[in-house]
């Protein structure tokens, strides 16, 4: 007989929670904190989302996205986890670049980014002053029609060296563009600049595990290998979810699946007006990304000089075109020193990231999708050479990740790393106008994605719907 993941959970529920990801999880926390009897529903195996790992034979463990976030995890964990958590999250000092405009280093905050904008880029700290507190000034209400590309022709105009020190990170942080809204930029840039870039020491499993273990101890009944297929409606409320053949009825649904599969796929099209519709489907979906994730053996080592993060470029200027192309010029890798998980076995790992278009491996036939791994194993391997020699012989373990491993996992269309673009966000915003009690937390708009993005999407909409159901006496 199939084991029955439904097993134990109730009939009906204040709110059911569909997804797992960081905005789900911490949804779910809060309204299980807050004394709601909340379901929280995982199509796949394990918690987590994006925010994840796998372990291969050796003692290696690979994380996912667990490359950097801003020191604002921090408070959001202590807040709205516990202090174990939060206390756990330690600063990445070492941050280097190296392309053919420079070569350097950063503890990536900014007081290190004006030493470095001052004295190697030569602007006048006015400007730089200027910048970062026009940056850091910006919030969603603002001004949306200026682009990045625009803020930075204000402030430094025809310095593609400071543009390209600006804005790579970011890009490959929330795949932001110098054509989106120059607050997507403005709210993440600011973001890391408070205090530099931070890591959570245990690696995900153990961050995920801590979870977990919190979301039960606020009562949150869990179910993995649970998609759910569809969300019923009611006279203009939510009704209930309709996951493996049963039906569990609910006064209240945030989802955190992806906008366009909860707007288009798990509501019925009857349920919502027709214009809202429209502008949910004319919401472009973020790029995807690809990964090579190398262990070494239980010999070999890395210097710790090699860096933490290393953005590394072979393209003369920053272009998002080419940070995308298949012809791949920039990688980001992370290199994971034992420290990463104190714990466990003493293992060395580093990952590679570049961000990638779905259409490049969405129609690859097998033997063409293999081969395409292998090349990008292979020229991974190569590109790496330089900065950590002899890694051809070091490795233990390597594999590769495509948009189509990322779509396989999470079920976000496209194999979206980051969620839609910027028009996202106002269209999650609007879902519980169109249906009470339907609300949406999960990657968008750029601003609301990465962990802590979106994480605290999570807050903000576990806060309405407490509202929600606060104003609405349970059925008897
Ligand atoms: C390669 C890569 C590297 C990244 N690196 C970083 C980084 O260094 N720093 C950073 O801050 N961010 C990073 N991110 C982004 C970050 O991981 C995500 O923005 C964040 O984890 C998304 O959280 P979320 O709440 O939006 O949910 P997601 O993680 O998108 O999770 C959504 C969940 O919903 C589940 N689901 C979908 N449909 C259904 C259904 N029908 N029924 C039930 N469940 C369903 C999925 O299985 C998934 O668990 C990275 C992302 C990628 C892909």
């Known amino acids: ?110 007081e290190d980014f004006t030493r470095l904008l001052t004295t190697r880029f030569g602007l006048a700290p006015e400007t730089v002053s200027a910048f970062f507190d026009t940056a850091r000034g910006m919030n969603f209400y603002d001004d949306q029609t200026t682009s ?18 600006l804005m790579e990170p970011i890009t490959y942080a929330n795949g932001s563009t110098l054509e989106d809204p120059a607050i997507t930029y403005g709210i993440v840039f600011s973001n890391f600049m408070s205090k530099g870039v931070f890591i959570y020491e245990g690696g995900t499993d153990d961050l995920v595990a801590r979870m977990q273990r919190q979301l039960r101890e606020n009562n949150v009944d869990i179910a993995i290998r649970s998609p759910v297929e569809k969300i019923e409606v009611g006279g203009s409320r939510v009704q209930a979810v309709h996951v493996g053949g049963r039906r569990i009825a609910t006064r209240a649904v945030v989802s955190n699946a992806n ?81 990463t998980r104190p714990d466990k076995k003493q293992r060395y790992a580093i990952v590679s990231s570049t961000n990638a278009n779905w259409t490049d491996w969405a ?41 189509r491993t990322f779509n396989h996992y999470t079920q976000h269309q496209l194999g979206a790393s980051f969620g839609t673009k910027f028009e996202g966000l106002a269209v999650s915003r609007a879902l519980p106008q169109q249906i009470a009690g339907m609300y949406h937390a999960g990657s968008v708009g750029i601003i609301m994605s990465g962990w802590l993005g979106a994480m605290n999407y999570g807050v903000i909409v576990s806060n309405e719907v407490d509202q929600f159901l606060c104003r609405q006496p349970a059925p008897a």
């Open 1 to 110: 007989m199939p084991k029955d993941f439904l097993q134990g959970i109730a009939p009906e529920y204040d709110a059911v929670v569909i997804g797992s990801g960081l905005g789900g999880m911490t949804a779910a926390n809060i309204l299980g904190r807050a004394g709601h009897r909340v379901l929280l529903l995982e199509q796949h195996y394990k918690l987590g989302g994006l925010a994840t790992w796998f372990r291969r034979p050796g003692g290696h463990i690979f994380d996912i996205s667990l490359h950097g976030f801003p020191h604002g995890m921090i408070k959001s964990c202590r807040r709205y986890w516990n202090s174990d958590i939060a206390d756990r999250i330690v600063q990445l000092k070492n941050i280097r670049f190296e392309n053919p405009m420079f070569s350097l280093r950063t503890t990536f905050n900014r």
């Open 148 to 165: 990045t590309g625009e803020l930075f022709q204000q402030f430094f105009p025809g310095r593609e060296d400071v543009v390209r020190l």
């Open 259 to 339: 906008l366009k599969s909860t707007v288009l796929h798990m509501l019925e099209p009857q349920h919502l007006p027709q214009d809202y519709r429209e502008e949910a489907e004319a919401v472009r979906l973020n790029n995807s990304s690809t990964q090579v994730y190398m262990a070494l053996k239980p010999d070999a080592s890395i210097d710790e000089d090699s860096g933490d993060l290393l953005f590394t470029s072979t393209a003369p200027l920053f272009r998002t075109e080419a940070l995308l192309s298949r012809q791949i010029t920039s990688r980001t890798f992370s290199f994971y020193y034992p420290r």
């Open 363 to 403: 129609e690859l036939n097998k033997a063409d999708y293999e081969a395409s791994k292998q090349d990008l194993i292979e020229t991974t391997l190569d590109a790496l050479d330089q900065y950590v020699p002899n890694i051809h012989e070091m490795v233990d373990w390597v594999e590769a990740a495509t948009p």
